[in-house]
Structures are given as structure tokens and as C-alpha cells.
């Protein structure tokens, strides 16, 4: 049974991608989850509560069949990282 809460998923995510990272690196309007089987699942909100709850209900139903499962997530470069690129490409004047 996957126990986790949407907090401790989201920081666990954000510190995957960049250590230093936190919750508000992930910008939650554009991350998503999608099952990889069906094949033609498609993708749903994963950046509130509610999105999260669907999500791990869904997974539960799936383990407890005994059904291997596969959630492919999808979001954006972090905020931390990308104002970081942002900052590394364009000269300080310009800021």
C-alpha cells in the first residue's frame, strides 16, 4: 500500500531532481501523472491534493491485485533550476 502524503511526495520529488530544491520549485499547475498501461491512459493533474489522493487510490487498486504498475510523471524544469539557466545566459546588465 503506497502510504505518502502530497507534501512529503512533492518535496521528495523536487529534492530527486536538485537537492537544494523545495515544494515551491515544482510549478504543481503543469505536473502530471499518467498510467503506462493502458497505453492510451491519459495524462491527469497531479499538483494538488486532490490529484494526488486519485493517483494513490488508483496505484492501491492496482497493487492490491497483484498487478505490476507504472506511473510516468511530467513536469517542467523547476523554477530554482531554470531562473538559474536564466540567470547563467543572460548578462546582468540585461537584468
Given at each position: ?15 530527486t ?24 491512459d ?6 494538488n491534493a ?5 493517483m ?7 497493487i ?20 538559474q539557466?536564466?540567470?547563467?545566459c ?6
Amino acid at each position: 500500500m503506497l502510504e505518502l502524503t502530497h507534501d512529503k511526495f512533492l518535496t521528495t520529488l523536487a529534492k530527486t531532481v536538485l537537492p537544494t530544491a523545495s515544494i515551491g520549485s515544482i510549478d504543481q499547475l503543469k505536473l502530471f501523472q499518467k498510467l503506462n498501461v493502458p497505453t492510451n491512459d491519459k495524462q491527469k493533474p497531479l499538483g494538488n491534493a486532490l490529484g494526488f489522493h486519485a493517483m494513490t487510490t488508483k496505484f492501491n487498486k492496482l497493487i492490491n491485485k497483484n498487478k505490476d504498475t507504472m506511473i510516468t510523471l511530467t513536469l517542467p524544469p523547476l523554477l530554482q533550476v531554470a531562473l538559474q539557466v536564466r540567470n547563467m545566459c543572460i548578462p546582468s546588465t540585461v537584468l
